[in-house]
């Protein structure tokens, strides 16, 4: 049973705009969570990180809201670049347990047009 | 400064076949991970390594095998290949307090 869910495999929006990616998570243990960014024939690689005693983590253009009471998690980007065009993963982890072990969500292809 | 290396990049193998794939880091992490990725499947854990000398399954595990080799090295066998194996693999290391960082992949086909 997934633990780390993202419901939309793809969003599309126009350059300038907001991107609103989402994620929920079932595990109330959960208690750190990261946005991973990934071009084709890449790695994954991190993006931006909230801990679960904040609500709201922000870098530059990106900000990653948490609603611990939804088990709901979002990354905006503002304003959206067409080299955002990638595929995000969210994860999730349980820092108290077994070290290091993220969790995945199937992640969203999000495509920035002109 | 090469962070992860994972070796080959590429690699088509027939059913039954045996192969390892390797990771090498030069970050000083402790844990190492092996997922693979497969269309629409996200990043699925298979193996991992906290600390040198240790490993412990993941989500997927049957059909691997690992090993800590030394600190920088955590390689992944699959001891006779089947085709539902085929998939891009993804080796990762974590520092202490940090994200984990993931080497370039490996894809394997089995025919």
């Known amino acids: 049973d997934q633990q780390v869910k993202q419901n939309s495999p793809s969003l599309s929006v126009q350059e300038g705009r907001i991107s609103i990616l989402n994620c929920d998570y079932t595990?109330?243990?959960?208690?750190?969570f990261l946005w991973y960014k990934k071009y084709p024939a890449e790695g994954p690689t991190f993006l931006i990180s909230?801990?679960?005693?904040?609500d709201k983590n922000e870098d530059g253009r990106f900000t990653v809201f948490l609603n611990k009471s939804a088990k709901h998690l979002s990354l905006h980007i503002v304003p959206s670049q067409p080299g955002d065009s990638a595929v995000y993963f969210c994860?999730?982890?349980?820092?108290?347990?077994?070290?290091?072990?993220?969790?995945f969500g199937r992640g969203t292809q999000l495509t920035v047009w002109p | 400064n090469a962070g992860v290396t994972q070796t080959p990049k590429f690699q088509v193998l027939k059913t039954g076949q045996s192969m390892t794939l390797q990771c090498a880091q030069d970050?000083?992490?402790?844990?190492m991970y092996w997922y693979r990725q497969d269309p629409g499947m996200g990043l699925r854990l298979i193996y991992y390594?906290?600390?040198?000398?240790?490993?412990d399954k993941g989500e997927v595990p049957n059909g691997y095998n690992v090993s800590r080799l030394n600190k920088r090295e955590f390689s992944l066998r699959l001891e006779s290949a089947a085709p539902s194996q085929t998939s891009v693999y993804f080796c990762?290391?974590?520092?202490?307090?940090?994200?984990?960082?993931f080497g370039d992949g490996t894809r394997l086909s089995i025919l």
């Open positions: 994860a999730a982890s349980d820092r108290g347990s077994t070290l290091g072990r993220l969790y």
């Open positions: 595990n109330s243990m959960f208690d750190y």
């Open positions: 909230i801990s679960s005693i904040k």
């Open positions: 970050m000083n992490h402790n844990s």
């Open positions: 390594s906290a600390s040198e000398g240790t490993t």
């Open positions: 990762a290391g974590k520092g202490y307090n940090q994200p984990q960082h």
